[in-house]
DNA sequence: CGTATTTATCTGTTGCAACATATATTTTTG
DNA sequence: CAAAAATATATGTTGCAACAGATAAATACG
């Protein structure tokens, strides 16, 4: 059989130039998730380390904003979009850059208490237009119902319970 | 005003603890989709791991399985799921660990072709069951149809002129 | 109230990732 | 055919990520 498969080649198996369609629908689902999420995230690290700061080190000043008050180390950990088991040592550098600040807690001298600086406020706040508007090149030309499904179905991936 | 507010928090912007919903869809699904990465690759990397390579390795031995013959460096860096700028040496390690070679093109000599060792596809076949049941257990659970529209709309996501 | 357990953070080590830059070979161009 | 451009891979350096294990403080338990 020289003839080329009935089934066409599309969608990601294209892309990355697969001589099969998948089997699976939850494999194609698997590696889509994967080569979206790296193309998207791609161009975002890359606005973030123009400005001195990784993916993950931008999550936790989020986060710190996001409280508004001072957060535990292991709360941030919590919190993060991507786990990152190396906390301590995050927020160091954060710290050495100047972007937060750390106070030992009285009440429990366990917990370390993380805090936003001006500084890191200021960077925050300069980051804001950039990736809003880098998101929107990305994402926007979907509309919001896609979106939405988009997000709906991505929620339900995540919990199997639901 | 202590009411909490009237839209409820749910879906990732619970899950992070976040206090207000989210402004923009293309803000969420872009978020979504990086929170599902992780928590669905997160497992297949400790999996792969305890055989001894890491994600973007076995990416490289799927595309020269996928090949079925030699495929230079070069062409291998088109291919990857995730981009990877540090493909000679990724290679280099894999040739280290027995499971590739590497010999230079003699018609065209910039170029190296990476063949697949033995042992190489060996690792993969043994790789194959217990990667596929644990994508299964992570999205198994949603129907055929999600799943497929799922697919659809993260092509979609990656390819703004269609 | 002392011991065990849990919680929260820290430290040591290893190896990979990312970026820039360099080298070698082939192709193109005037 | 020589010089310039493009292509394919290699190398130097830096810093972060991941895992294991250690430490210190608070809580639970008999």
């Keep these: 059989m020289t003839k080329t498969d009935s089934k066409a080649i599309q969608g990601l198996a294209a892309e990355i130039g697969m001589k099969r369609p998948f089997r699976f629908a939850f494999e194609e689902a698997f590696l889509n998730v994967v080569r979206t999420y790296s193309m998207l995230a791609t161009r975002g690290e890359r606005l973030l380390k123009a400005h001195g700061i990784s993916g993950p080190q931008y999550n936790v000043l989020r986060i710190l904003r996001g ?35 750390k106070t030992r807690c009285v009440k429990d001298r366990r917990v370390v208490w993380v ?17 809003l508007e880098l998101h929107e090149s990305q994402l926007g030309h979907m509309s919001d119902q896609d979106l939405n499904q988009l997000s709906a179905l991505l929620v339900r991936a995540r919990h199997p319970e639901i």
């Design 115 to 131: 805090e936003l600086t001006k500084s890191g406020s200021a960077l925050l706040k300069k980051l804001d237009k950039p990736l």
């Design 67 to 101: 409280h508004g008050s001072p957060v535990s180390i292991y709360q941030i950990a919590e919190e993060m979009l991507t786990e990152s088991p190396d906390m301590p040592r995050l927020v160091e550098r954060l710290g050495a850059a100047q972007l937060v600040t």
